[in-house]
């Protein structure tokens, strides 16, 4: 696998983590909770936008 490739991938996992640690925590504080299809949805969505920024970014920057 190329390292640009690998890299923005490891990047949108960052992205998905951190997004579900915030989630939680905001559902924690507030007592509202969101339904697991919007969870989803919103991850998937995360996780997708952080790869695809994180590798135009990398040829950008390059």
């Given at each position: 696998?190329?390292?640009?490739?690998?890299?923005?991938?490891?990047?949108?996992?960052?992205?998905?983590?951190?997004?579900?640690?915030?989630?939680?925590?905001?559902?924690?504080?507030?007592?509202?909770?969101?339904?697991?299809?919007?969870?989803?949805?919103?991850?998937?969505?995360?996780?997708?936008?952080?790869s695809v920024?994180?590798y135009v970014?990398d040829g950008?920057?390059?």
């Amino acid at each position: 696998m190329h390292p640009r490739v690998k890299a923005s991938l490891l990047w949108g996992v960052v992205g998905l983590l951190s997004f579900l640690v915030l989630l939680q925590g905001y559902e924690l504080f507030t007592e509202y909770r969101y339904s697991i299809g919007l969870k989803v949805g919103m991850a998937l969505l995360v996780t997708v936008g952080a790869s695809v920024s994180t590798y135009v970014a990398d040829g950008v920057l390059d």
